[in-house]
Structures are given as structure tokens and as C-alpha cells.
């Protein structure tokens, strides 16, 4: 099958600064870990502290485009991905480029005069990852940049569409053109719940987002988040999912499906009022190096095969895959190759 420009993602490109510090660190920036927040002001110097460190490591992120990168890895084949959002006119911006270009992905960036491209200070404590991320350009996203006919044409071409709950932040209104192109045209189109506070504090814009959603991903603590916020009052993952899968829906033409991870605890894919379980790749603990990146790249690997219309045992499987490659490395990068059968 064709799969050039087959998949479209739309997000916040952030470039990593991602490095291992102590507990102490994160107690100072009233960090906390495994969890993803947006800077305030007193984290604004723990940027350049990391900077400083001799470990620090620079790396192409975001969440989207972090998934986007793995599928793109997956595939092995050149442009069968594209990616959209804002970076900045500066040396991390063009670090960006040069590391998207490398990847095989087709970037079409909105460029911000005025603002720094955005950043991600990626915590690393024995192995588990705190992200606070410095939105900066990422947050300048316009939809007329979406709407000029080059970037468009992306839109057009492609057949699956992922964006993860952070662009909610950022530019709803680009996510409901895209949601609406895709329910008019049978397309697929996928969200990330991303982080606790999106389902919090975005709860409006989220909800509106969702009547599009064929898929829904995240993990569980993001799930219980979803199912506090609307008081359902169950902690139960697999419930959660159900519930999740069953939200209205805009357009009738694909069921909606939900894909909670669990960490080392099997997947839960809820569809038609049912679950199925997927055991993970269990990984020794002296083999694991940072989870930065892990659900990213799951994602990743799970879109590799759904735009290869896969049934879905098989995506969960390249999730997996790709997220036990992922974690067994620093940040979210892979070898040249993948190895997966």
C-alpha cells in the first residue's frame, strides 16, 4: 500500500534537555516525579542548571512528534510521516530541523519570529522520568498556518491523524479542523490524554476534541484522572476504558477504541463494551535507563502498524516493542534499524 504522507501528527516540538539528577533537585523545583507539568516561573532556571550538568543530553521531543519520530523509525519508509507545530527562529530551532530531517519525518514548522522554540527539561531519578516543559514557540501555534494550502495538502493526503493532549493547550481550534476533515472523509483520527492536568483544567476543549476520537490513548494514572474529572467514581482501569470508548462520537464511520498503558502491567484495549489484555515486554531493572519517552513511543510503534491496517494485537505488540527499545535507552531514541518480526 502507499504510504507516503500516510500519517499526520500535530503537536508541541519541544527539544529535550534531559539529564540525571538527584532527589534533592527535584525537591528544589518542587518537582515531582513521573509526571508532566508546564514550567512556572520558579522552574525557569533549573533550564540552564540542567544545561550545565555533564550528562545533559539535547534531543528532539514533544510528545507528538516523539511518536511521530518512532513511527516514522518503524516504517523505514522515507516521508511516510509528516509533523506540524511551531518552533522558534534560533540554534535549538534549527537543531530541531536538522534532528526531524535526519529522522525521515516531513516537517512543515511555523516559524515564530519573536519566541524561543520551546523546551522540555527531562528529570531522570533511577531510571523514572519528571517532564516540565517550557512551551515558549510551541505555544504560538496558529491555525493559519494550518490553513495555507502547503500545509493543508498534508491534511489532505494523509489517512491518520495523532495528536496528543498537550496541542489542547495550544491551538483547539486546529485540532477541531483536523477532527472535522477527518470525520467528513472516513479518516482516523487519534488523541493522547497526555497528562492528568489536560484532563483537569482542559476538561472543555478536550471533551469537544473527543466526539472526533477513533482512538484514545494514555496510561492509568492519566485514565483515573479522566474518570475523577467526571465523576465516575472508579478507580478501575478497565471500566474507565470502557467508559471512555463508549463518549459520543461526531462521525459513525469507525467505533471509537481506547489503549491504556500500564507500565510494566498488561495494556488495556476496550472496544464494543469489552476489554482485551496485552502482557507487556517485561525488562530487567539493571536494563532499564530512563522512561522518557516510553508511552510516546508505544504509541509510535502501535501507529507503524494500524496505517498498515494490522489487526490490533499487532500494533499493541510493535508498542510494546518500540517502548522496551525506548527505555532502554536515554530520552526517546532508537538504533538505526528496527527489530522488529
Given at each position: 500500500?502507499?504510504?507516503?504522507?500516510?500519517?499526520?501528527?500535530?503537536?508541541?516540538?519541544?527539544?529535550d534537555i534531559s539529564a540525571v539528577v538527584d532527589h534533592d533537585f527535584?525537591?528544589?523545583?518542587?518537582?515531582?516525579?513521573?509526571?508532566?507539568?508546564?514550567?512556572?516561573?520558579?522552574?525557569?532556571?533549573?533550564?540552564?542548571?540542567?544545561?550545565?550538568?555533564?550528562?545533559?543530553?539535547?534531543?528532539?521531543?514533544?510528545?507528538?512528534?516523539?511518536?511521530?519520530?518512532?513511527?516514522?523509525?518503524?516504517?523505514?519508509?522515507?516521508?511516510?510521516?509528516?509533523?506540524?507545530?511551531?518552533?522558534?527562529?534560533?540554534?535549538?530551532?534549527?537543531?530541531?530541523?536538522?534532528?526531524?530531517?535526519?529522522?525521515?519525518?516531513?516537517?512543515?514548522?511555523?516559524?515564530?519570529?519573536?519566541?524561543?522554540?520551546?523546551?522540555?527539561?527531562?528529570?531522570?531519578?533511577?531510571?523514572?522520568?519528571?517532564?516540565?516543559?517550557?512551551?515558549?514557540?510551541?505555544?504560538?501555534?496558529?491555525?493559519?498556518?494550518?490553513?495555507?494550502?502547503?500545509?493543508?495538502?498534508?491534511?489532505?493526503?494523509?489517512?491518520?491523524?495523532?495528536?496528543?493532549?498537550?496541542?489542547?493547550?495550544?491551538?483547539?481550534?486546529?485540532?477541531?479542523?483536523?477532527?472535522?476533515?477527518?470525520?467528513?472523509?472516513?479518516?482516523?483520527?487519534?488523541?493522547?490524554?497526555?497528562?492528568?492536568?489536560?484532563?483537569?483544567?482542559?476538561?472543555?476543549?478536550?471533551?469537544?476534541?473527543?466526539?472526533?476520537?477513533?482512538?484514545?490513548?494514555?496510561?492509568?494514572?492519566?485514565?483515573?484522572?479522566?474518570?475523577?474529572?467526571?465523576?465516575?467514581?472508579?478507580?478501575?482501569?478497565?471500566?474507565?476504558?470502557?467508559?471512555?470508548?463508549?463518549?459520543?462520537?461526531?462521525?459513525?464511520?469507525?467505533?471509537?477504541?481506547?489503549?491504556?498503558?500500564?507500565?510494566?502491567?498488561?495494556?488495556?484495549?476496550?472496544?464494543?463494551?469489552?476489554?482485551?489484555?496485552?502482557?507487556?515486554?517485561?525488562?530487567?531493572?539493571?536494563?532499564?535507563?530512563?522512561?522518557?519517552?516510553?508511552?510516546?513511543?508505544?504509541?509510535?510503534?502501535?501507529?507503524?502498524?494500524?496505517?498498515?491496517?494490522?489487526?490490533?494485537?499487532?500494533?499493541?505488540?510493535?508498542?510494546?516493542?518500540?517502548?522496551?527499545?525506548?527505555?532502554?535507552?536515554?530520552?526517546?531514541?532508537?538504533?538505526?534499524?528496527?527489530?522488529?518480526?
Amino acid at each position: 500500500m502507499e504510504l507516503e504522507g500516510v500519517l499526520l501528527g500535530m503537536g508541541n516540538p519541544l527539544l529535550d534537555i534531559s539529564a540525571v539528577v538527584d532527589h534533592d533537585f527535584l525537591t528544589k523545583y518542587g518537582v515531582t516525579l513521573n509526571n508532566a507539568i508546564l514550567a512556572e516561573d520558579k522552574h525557569l532556571p533549573m533550564y540552564n542548571e540542567l544545561a550545565g550538568k555533564d550528562n545533559v543530553e539535547y534531543i528532539a521531543g514533544g510528545a507528538t512528534q516523539n511518536s511521530i519520530r518512532v513511527a516514522q523509525w518503524m516504517l523505514q519508509t522515507p516521508g511516510a510521516t509528516s509533523f506540524i507545530g511551531c518552533i522558534g527562529k534560533d540554534k535549538f530551532g534549527e537543531e530541531m530541523k536538522k534532528n526531524s530531517k535526519l529522522a525521515g519525518v516531513n516537517v512543515h514548522y511555523y516559524e515564530d519570529e519573536a519566541a524561543p522554540t520551546g523546551t522540555c527539561a527531562v528529570c531522570v531519578v533511577g531510571g523514572e522520568r519528571s517532564l516540565i516543559a517550557n512551551l515558549s514557540a510551541a505555544n504560538c501555534y496558529k491555525s493559519d498556518h494550518l490553513k495555507k494550502s502547503e500545509n493543508w495538502s498534508l491534511v489532505e493526503k494523509a489517512k491518520y491523524y495523532y495528536i496528543a493532549g498537550f496541542f489542547l493547550t495550544v491551538s483547539p481550534e486546529s485540532i477541531q479542523l483536523v477532527g472535522e476533515h477527518a470525520a467528513a472523509t472516513n479518516k482516523v483520527f487519534m488523541m493522547n490524554l497526555s497528562a492528568p492536568f489536560i484532563c483537569e483544567f482542559f476538561k472543555d476543549v478536550q471533551e469537544k476534541a473527543l466526539s472526533y476520537v477513533d482512538y484514545v490513548f494514555g496510561n492509568e494514572t492519566e485514565a483515573r484522572a479522566f474518570s475523577k474529572v467526571h465523576g465516575w467514581e472508579t478507580e478501575n482501569v478497565e471500566e474507565i476504558a470502557v467508559k471512555i470508548s463508549q463518549w459520543p462520537k461526531a462521525s459513525g464511520a469507525h467505533k471509537r477504541i481506547t489503549v491504556i498503558t500500564q507500565g510494566a502491567d498488561p495494556v488495556v484495549v476496550a472496544e464494543d463494551g469489552k476489554v482485551t489484555l496485552f502482557p507487556v515486554i517485561l525488562l530487567p531493572k539493571e536494563k532499564l535507563v530512563d522512561t522518557n519517552g516510553a508511552g510516546d513511543a508505544f504509541v509510535g510503534g502501535f501507529l507503524s502498524q494500524l496505517v498498515k491496517q494490522k489487526p490490533i494485537g499487532e500494533c499493541v505488540r510493535a508498542g510494546c516493542y518500540a517502548a522496551n527499545v525506548i527505555i532502554q535507552r536515554s530520552g526517546c531514541t532508537y538504533p538505526e534499524k528496527p527489530d522488529f518480526k
